[in-house]
T-cell receptor, first 114, second 109 residues
Framework: NAGVTQTPKFRVLKTGQSMTLLCAQD?????MYWYRQDPGMGLRLIHY???????AKGEVPDGYNVSRLKKQNFLLGLESAAPSQTSVYFC?????????????FGSGTRLTVV | ELKVEQNPLFLSMQEGKNYTIYCNYS?????LYWYRQDPGKSLESLFV?????AVKQEGRLMASLDTKARLSTLHITAAVHDLSATYFC?????????FGKGTRLHILP
C-alpha cells in the first residue's frame, strides 16, 4: 500500500518553462489537495478536488492549474514557471467522510525555478 | 475567510519542562488537526479533534479543542529532545483545510 505518491521528488526549471507534478493515491480517497510550503509561511492551499472531474481554487491559485481526470490522480501544472514558484509542494488526500480520520500527505516535491 | 493563527511561532525549551502551543481560528469549525513535521520530511498526523471539548493524548503530547473559543491547544509534558520538530494545526472549513504557520519547537538537552 503506497499511500500518496508524488513525482518527481526534485526538479529545477528555468523561468518560463512548464511542468506537471503528479500526485497519485491508492486509497480510494475522494478529496485531494495541493499545497506549497515556504519558510515561515506554513502550508498554503493552491487547489483542491472533492471528487473525480472536480477542482476548486484555494488560497494561492494564481499561476497554477490542476486536473482530476481519474479519481486516483491529481495533477498540478505550471504553465510558465516563475522564481516565486520556487517551493516545496505537498499533495494530500482523504476520504469524504474520512475527513474525520485526517489527511495523508505525500513526501513532497522540491521545485527550484531559476 | 478562514484564518488560522499559531503561537508561539518558535519555542526553545529545556528538556523536562512543560509548555503549550496555541491555535486560534477565525470562523466556526468542528474539525481540527495537529501535524508534526521533521526537517526535510512530510507531515505526520498527530491528532484529529472532531468536537467541542475533545481531548486526545499520545505519550507526552495532549491536544484539546474548544470550538466556542475557536481555540485548540497542544500541551507538551516533560519535553524530550525527540519532540523537536515543527508542529502545525489545521482547520477544516467548507472542504478546505487551512494550516497555521507552524510552531518550530527546539528542545535543549
Amino acid at each position: 500500500n503506497a499511500g500518496v505518491t508524488q513525482t518527481p521528488k526534485f526538479r529545477v526549471l528555468k523561468t518560463g518553462q512548464s511542468m506537471t507534478l503528479l500526485c497519485a493515491q491508492d486509497m480510494n480517497h475522494e478529496y485531494m489537495y495541493w499545497y506549497r510550503q515556504d519558510p515561515g509561511m506554513g502550508l498554503r492551499l493552491i487547489h483542491y478536488s472533492v471528487g473525480e472531474g472536480t477542482t476548486a481554487k484555494g488560497e494561492v491559485p494564481d499561476g497554477y492549474n490542476v486536473s482530476r481526470l481519474k479519481k486516483q490522480n491529481f495533477l498540478l501544472g505550471l504553465e510558465s514557471a516563475a522564481p516565486s514558484q520556487t517551493s516545496v509542494y505537498f499533495c494530500a488526500s482523504s476520504y469524504f467522510s474520512g475527513r474525520d480520520y485526517g489527511y495523508t500527505f505525500g513526501s513532497g516535491t522540491r521545485l527550484t525555478v531559476v | 475567510e478562514l484564518k488560522v493563527e499559531q503561537n508561539p511561532l518558535f519555542l526553545s525549551m529545556q528538556e523536562g519542562k512543560n509548555y503549550t502551543i496555541y491555535c486560534n481560528y477565525s470562523t466556526t469549525s468542528d474539525r481540527l488537526y495537529w501535524y508534526r513535521q521533521d526537517p526535510g520530511k512530510s507531515l505526520e498526523s498527530l491528532f484529529v479533534l472532531l468536537s467541542n471539548g475533545a481531548v486526545k493524548q499520545e505519550g507526552r503530547l495532549m491536544a484539546s479543542l474548544d470550538t466556542k473559543a475557536r481555540l485548540s491547544t497542544l500541551h507538551i509534558t516533560a519535553a524530550v529532545h525527540d519532540l523537536s520538530a515543527t508542529y502545525f494545526c489545521a482547520v477544516d472549513k467548507d472542504d478546505k483545510i487551512i494550516f497555521g504557520k507552524g510552531t518550530r519547537l527546539h528542545i535543549l538537552p
